[in-house]
């Protein structure tokens, strides 16, 4: 065995933590590999071992032949006549096998470049297999690595003797990494498929939020306080739906921190994302009263039948209930698991305009105008016959469309009815 191999299998050992054993596993299997392409008729050998002696360098092929009468051998590459077999092992008879050396002359010299490759695929195929055995159990936590390279929007994070992919669709949209970046990143699955494990990350993720809020809470991290729902536009919004099953506790100061102290850290993590975090109410229309804030709703109705709350503001609330680019309304409808509707509330203005009607009903009857016009003039701040009165003619005739001597005759009437 050549020096970069036993270098090789120290690196493996060492550095990638393989099992030695594995390691001179994979070189035997190279070694075959490798006497198969060098030997003319190897191919059709059925049975072969290699042998490898890691500290005396020594590298020896066995083939397995079975025992035949002399005159009955037909396949050379895998039988042996019994006089040969005989002078190995006097005993031996027909029917046996029997192994044999055949390692041809300095065969470890020329076959460690043929089996370097086959070696180095077998020993990535054992690391793999390792790194699935250790992050396995390891999907749902959070884990600290570098960021190592790109591929195409794809990011590559180191984990130490591992690497993990975060997909661009695990991505935080509002975040740029570099290379050499340290970053925290939950672990959402170990694959397993036919190019081997791969360890997805991702920091985009919902369960990304519930785990930093476990790790920063000791009430949720020992179930004091409950996270009853999390909805997330990861880089801009979060709702977080808390419980307390101790009725001493808090479960939305828990979550805050001594001056805020435990959100802070959280946001601060999430790179400023904003962090909302609301108690817990089974009942909807209570619940979705705390979802909405910093809105005051107005009214709100159920469709429990198809799960949709009706919700009704004022028009200065409209903005704050939906939210920017309605993520307000959307994560509250995430988190309750209903459909949520908000409408501007019209009762008042409503009302409004049914106290105009009736008081320019009152104009048109003293000043002998029709309704329209009525309305016109109480829209223009005559909205008393006083008020009326203090009205040049010209701007009473812009206000109505008509000519002065009409709003003349219409002051006229304002001036009567209140001699």
């Given amino acids: 065995m050549t020096n970069d191999i036993v270098a090789l299998i120290d690196y493996y050992e060492r550095e990638k933590g393989i099992d030695r054993e594995k390691v001179v596993a994979s070189l035997q299997y190279a070694f075959i590999s490798a006497y198969r392409k060098m030997v003319p008729g190897a191919d059709a050998i059925e049975t072969l071992r290699a042998e490898v002696n890691p500290k005396k360098g020594i590298t020896n092929v066995y083939a397995t032949l079975e025992v035949v009468e002399d ?23 027909p029917g046996e096998t029997i192994e044999f050396n055949v390692t041809p002359a300095n065969f470890g010299r020329i076959a460690t470049q043929t089996a370097k490759q ?56 509002t975040e740029d990494y570099n290379i050499g970046d340290q ?24 369960n990304f939020v519930r785990r930093l809020f476990e790790s920063e809470v000791t009430e949720i991290a020992d179930g004091t306080v409950q996270l009853r729902g999390i909805a997330r536009e990861a880089g801009y919004r979060t709702k977080v739906a808390v419980d307390s099953q101790d009725e001493n506790v808090d479960p939305v100061g828990a979550c805050v921190g001594l001056r805020g102290a435990r959100v802070k850290n959280i946001v601060r993590e999430l790179n ?16 979705i009263v705390e979802a909405l804030k910093p809105a005051t709703l107005n009214t709100i109705k159920l469709d429990e039948e198809n799960k949709v709350v009706h919700v009704s503001v004022d028009e200065s609330e409209l903005s704050k209930a939906i ?11 995430k988190l309750l698991g209903w459909e949520v509707k908000v409408s501007k509330d019209d009762t008042e ?3 409004f305009e049914a106290k105009v009607s009736d008081a320019a009903g009152g104009l048109a009857d003293t000043l002998g105008l029709d309704p329209e016009q009525a309305d016109k003039l109480f829209r223009a701040g005559g909205m008393t016959i006083e008020l009326v009165q203090q009205m040049p003619a010209d701007y009473i005739a812009a206000a109505l469309g008509v000519s002065e001597e009409d709003a003349q005759s219409v002051l006229d009437k304002a001036n009567q009815a209140s001699a």
């Fill in 71 to 93: 005159e009955e051998l037909t396949d050379k590459y895998n039988q042996v006549p019994l006089s040969l077999a005989q002078k190995k092992t006097p005993e031996i008879t």
């Fill in 118 to 173: 086959t070696m180095m695929q077998r020993l990535r195929m054992a690391e793999k297999e390792m790194l699935y055995e250790e992050f396995k159990d390891r999907a749902g936590d959070i884990v600290s690595g570098t960021v190592r390279r790109f591929e195409k929007s794809d990011v590559l994070v180191d984990l130490g003797k591992f690497e993990g992919r975060m997909p661009s669709r695990e991505r935080v949209v």
């Fill in 183 to 206: 970053i925290r990143v939950y672990v959402v699955a170990v694959e397993n498929d036919q190019r081997g494990p791969e360890i997805i990350l991702s920091r985009s993720h919902p």
């Fill in 272 to 287: 400023n994302e904003k962090v909302d975090i609301i108690p817990w109410d089974d009942d909807p229309k209570e619940f």
């Fill in 323 to 333: 939210g920017r680019r309605g993520q307000n309304a959307r994560l509250s409808a």
């Fill in 349 to 351: 203005h409503e009302q």
